[in-house]
């Protein structure tokens, strides 16, 4: 009796033959007529080639329908195609923006981006900063750390922008003017006729003493006196739990100047509760242009800082400091005043 002998390999041999194998760079090569190093160089930028070459190439790659391997391609390049955002808060209709913009800018020139949110724990910033630049070609930062504090991002050894201001950092950076914001906005109530204007900020912000600076400068040219409060946290719920202690205090302010919107409208939140009617009773402002602001009761007066662009414009820097033409200068937009009902003539 005889038996018919199958190699071990047979079924194997059937299921790879049944499978799609997917196409190779030496398959885009022989199409196109060119040497694989000519298709590896074309698909990692590496190379420009004449326009019948590229096309040539173009039309391959897709008749095919030939996918690099972007492990492969980082390792050939160095480069991963991705950029890394380390924002404060996510929960911040502000960094949400942020985070819109500069994606939109990534998209536009073939980046992906991954994103980190630090949850304003600057205890953790600089491991999850650290551990993020591993991964990416480039960073844009928000930190509140002091620019003393923040040298360790020099040694990063990756491109660099910030969204602040850092005179002490040799890196571009992107930011407003926050005196400029909160002097029009003190200007503003002063037309309105207040007189006894408070301060709610947020100490911890690095920028916090800036927009008090703006306030104060206005107030002075009028021979008027400040009140500062701070905030525990840049957020609505800190706004909230404020507020009893501003209103109901020795001197209850005809308007109040907040660190952000979220604050701005967590004490418009509570002064209701507590039996204010505002803006009658004392109006408020923020600084943002969150979105929210608009559909508020009433409606919030606000500093719009114009978030996306701001993405926009920091995403770009590191776009161009990737292909080696960044500068160590900061580019700062100007604020808008957004004058809504939260603020009215003094009674």
């Known amino acids: 009796m005889r038996f018919l002998r199958q190699s071990p390999n047979a079924n194997e041999n059937v299921t790879l033959r049944m499978k799609k194998v997917s196409p190779t760079i030496r398959d885009v090569a022989v199409a196109a007529g060119v040497s694989v190093a000519t298709v590896s160089k074309y698909i990692n930028g590496a190379q420009r ?47 949400t923006n942020v985070v819109k913009g500069a994606n939109r800018v990534a998209l536009q020139h073939d980046y992906t981006l991954l994103l980190v949110d630090t949850e304003e724990n600057q205890a953790r910033e600089r491991s999850l900063i650290e551990a993020l630049a591993q991964r990416v070609d480039g960073l844009i930062i928000s930190s509140r750390m002091p620019d003393e504090e923040s040298q360790w991002m020099l040694e990063l050894n990756k491109p660099v922008v910030l969204l602040r201001r850092s005179p002490g950092l040799p890196i571009p950076s992107v930011g407003i003017d926050n005196r400029l914001a909160t002097y029009m906005l003190a200007r503003h ?80 939140k509570e002064a209701a509760s507590l039996g204010f009617k505002l803006p009658r009773d004392v109006s408020v402002t923020g600084v943002d242009n969150v979105p929210y602001g608009e559909y508020a009761s009433p409606a919030l007066t606000t500093v719009d800082i114009q978030s996306e662009k701001m993405g926009e414009l920091a995403m770009q820097k590191l776009i161009d400091a990737l292909a080696g033409h960044g500068e160590a200068e900061h580019s700062m937009f100007e604020p808008r005043l957004i004058v809504r009902e939260s603020t009215a003539a003094c009674s």
């Open 49 to 95: 080639f004449s326009p019948a070459v590229e096309a040539r190439l173009k039309e391959s790659i897709e008749r095919l329908g030939y996918r690099s391997n972007p492990l492969a391609r980082s390792m050939i390049t160095g480069r991963t195609r991705t950029i890394g955002l380390a924002i404060l808060d996510i929960s911040n209709p502000h960094f």
């Open 189 to 268: 109530l002063l037309n309105l006729g207040h007189r006894h204007i408070a301060y709610l900020g947020f100490g911890q912000a690095r920028i916090n003493d800036e927009r008090i600076r703006g306030v104060r400068e206005c107030l002075d040219e009028v021979g008027l006196s400040l009140d500062v409060h701070d905030a525990h946290a840049p957020t609505a719920q800190a706004g909230e739990q404020a507020c009893s202690r501003v209103m109901l205090g020795p001197q209850r302010p005809q308007a109040v100047i907040c660190y952000n919107d979220l604050i701005a409208l967590g004490f418009m």
